[in-house]
């Protein structure tokens, strides 16, 4: 089984690099973040067409996240992060597919950092190591995937000494996600990949991704009962070279029977 994440940029708007890169992997579940579409603007039709079930949780300009699954339907177990009932942020959707749970996030950005935004992304961290920590407790394979807004250590990052005091870098960020992992979960790409530089996110000033100035952002976790599964993990690097793309790769792994 293939499982990717990408961030989409912008579901309508990079919808033809989407559906070219659906047609030529053709993943088996797919999360997407930042559909920046109001949940009756996404393309369900168009993606449907392809053989894709989908669910998703949009929201005007900004935000939104979804699940895809190839030849089947995932079913909502849950949109929004537990936590706080104020959040109006479509940052979260969780699913059953496949007989595991596929939770799909796009965790908080949180520039400028010291200020309100950073507060939010650690506050937000917490309520996802609460709810991660439930979703380990019931015994069934999960997922965790999205944009995670984290370079976890200097290796995921170009130049780690520009980056001291970003909010996706600051030491804060790095240790909430190191918790995060060590309630148990394997993040996959650099299971498979130690030591290697491999990043997913490339700006689109300054020739980035020419230069190959990237970050390693976008994570795929896999619980315990899942990680003995995994026999591969990578990056999609080619689809960050098309036109009017994404500044994201797609991610992904590959999961054996047993």
């Known amino acids: 089984m293939k499982i ?24 088996d ?12 603007r996404f393309p369900v039709a168009t993606i449907q067409a392809l053989g894709y079930g989908a669910i998703w949780h949009g929201q005007k300009s900004w935000n939104g996240v979804a699940i895809l699954v190839r030849d089947g339907e995932p079913h909502e177990i849950r949109r929004g992060l537990p936590g706080d009932p104020d959040d109006r942020h479509s940052r979260y959707v969780e699913a059953a597919v496949k007989g595991m749970v596929i939770a799909c996030l796009y965790l908080p950005n949180g520039n400028p950092a010291p200020g309100p935004k950073f507060d939010y992304k650690l506050a937000w961290f917490e309520r996802l190591t609460r709810h991660a920590e439930s979703l380990l407790a019931h015994k069934v394979p999960v997922v965790i995937a999205g944009d995670f807004n984290v370079m976890p250590t200097e290796l995921d990052v170009y130049a780690p000494e520009r980056w001291l005091d970003d909010a996706l870098f600051r030491p804060e960020v790095r240790e909430a996600y190191a918790r995060l992992v060590g309630q148990g979960w394997t993040d996959a790409l650099r299971e498979r990949h130690p030591g290697e530089r491999v990043y997913t996110f490339w700006k689109y000033f300054r020739n980035a991704f020419a230069r190959d100035a990237g970050l390693r952002i976008d994570h795929l976790l896999l619980s315990p009962d899942l990680a003995p599964r995994l026999k591969a993990a ?22 054996g029977l047993r």
């Open 29 to 40: 579940v797919v999360c997407l973040q930042e559909l920046k579409a109001p949940q009756d």
């Open 234 to 255: 990578g990056v999609d690097r080619q689809v960050r070279g098309w036109e009017k793309t994404s500044d994201h790769a797609p991610v992904w792994i590959e999961l």
């Open 4 to 27: 990717a994440t990408y961030n989409v940029n912008g579901v309508n708007g990079r919808l033809p690099v989407l559906l070219r890169w659906l047609q030529e992997e053709r993943p």
